[in-house]
């Protein structure tokens, strides 16, 4: 099974450190980084607004044990948003090129 990973961080440095240490590490195929996006939310009882990117990380589902641990040491966030989602839908091919990109050591 595949999946997609989004994850939202503070700054585009950031989300570049993140996704290179992803991709390098073979835990991922590949990582879109979305420069620019709003998030309002409540945090420790408070309303929130702040202005993050968006990674979408795409994978094997075994491997986002890995990849969760890997964000987690890197992120500045206490809490860091890494939420999963199978990918029901999508060419053959392109599905074969994840499998062939993402390490096997990592599954």
Do not use: R
Not at 7 to 22: C, G, H, N, R, W
Not at 59 to 85: G, N, Q, R
């Amino acid at each position: 099974m595949y999946i997609m990973v989004f994850i939202t961080v503070p700054s585009e440095q950031e989300a570049v450190k993140i996704a290179d240490v992803l991709v390098e590490s073979k835990i991922v195929a590949c990582v879109n980084i979305i420069p620019a996006v709003k998030s309002i939310f409540f945090w420790q009882g408070k309303k929130e607004v702040a202005n993050e990117c968006l990674l979408i990380a795409k994978t094997k589902s075994s491997c986002f044990d890995l990849l969760k641990d890997t964000v987690i040491k890197l992120h500045s966030y206490d809490l860091p948003e890494i939420v999963a989602m199978n990918i029901s839908e999508a060419s053959k091919e392109y599905l074969n090129w994840i499998n062939d990109t993402v390490s096997d050591s990592n599954s």
